[in-house]
Nanobody, 118 residues
C-alpha cells in the first residue's frame, strides 16, 4: 500500500503564489509517475501536472508557464509551485501516484483546498 499526504493549500489573492507538497510512503517502486490533479465544484477531476521518476513532465495547457512540478525521489516527495494564481485555479488539489507491477496501481491523497480570491 501507498499513502500520500498533501500540505500547503490555503487562501491566496489573484497573482499570488502557493507551494503544495506531497509526502509518499509505503511500497513505492523506483519507477513511477507522481502528479497533481484538481477538482473544482461541479467539474471533473483534471490533471494539472505530472512527473515521471526519470524527470519527464506533463502540464495542463491552462497552467503552463505558471506552475512547476518537481520531485525529491530520495525522500518520496513531490511539489507543485503555483505562481500567478487565478480565481479559476480554485479547487481541491490531489496528489497522485501511479506505478506498475503486472497491473497499474493508482493512489490518491486526501486533497488540499486552494482558494484564489481577493
Amino acid at each position: 500500500q501507498v499513502q500520500l499526504v498533501e500540505s500547503g493549500g490555503g487562501l491566496v489573492q489573484p497573482g499570488g503564489s502557493l507551494r503544495l507538497s506531497c509526502a509518499a510512503s509505503g511500497s513505492i517502486f523506483s519507477s513511477n509517475v507522481m502528479g497533481w490533479y484538481r477538482q473544482a465544484p461541479g467539474k471533473e477531476r483534471e490533471l494539472v501536472a505530472s512527473m515521471t521518476s526519470g524527470g519527464n513532465t506533463n502540464y495542463a495547457d491552462s497552467v503552463k508557464g505558471r506552475f512547476t512540478i518537481s520531485r525529491d525521489n530520495s525522500n518520496y516527495m513531490v511539489y507543485l509551485q503555483m505562481n500567478s494564481l487565478k480565481p479559476e485555479d480554485t479547487a481541491v488539489y490531489y496528489c497522485n501516484l501511479k506505478q506498475t507491477f503486472i497491473n497499474t496501481m493508482q493512489y490518491w491523497g486526501q486533497g488540499t483546498q486552494v482558494t484564489v480570491s481577493s
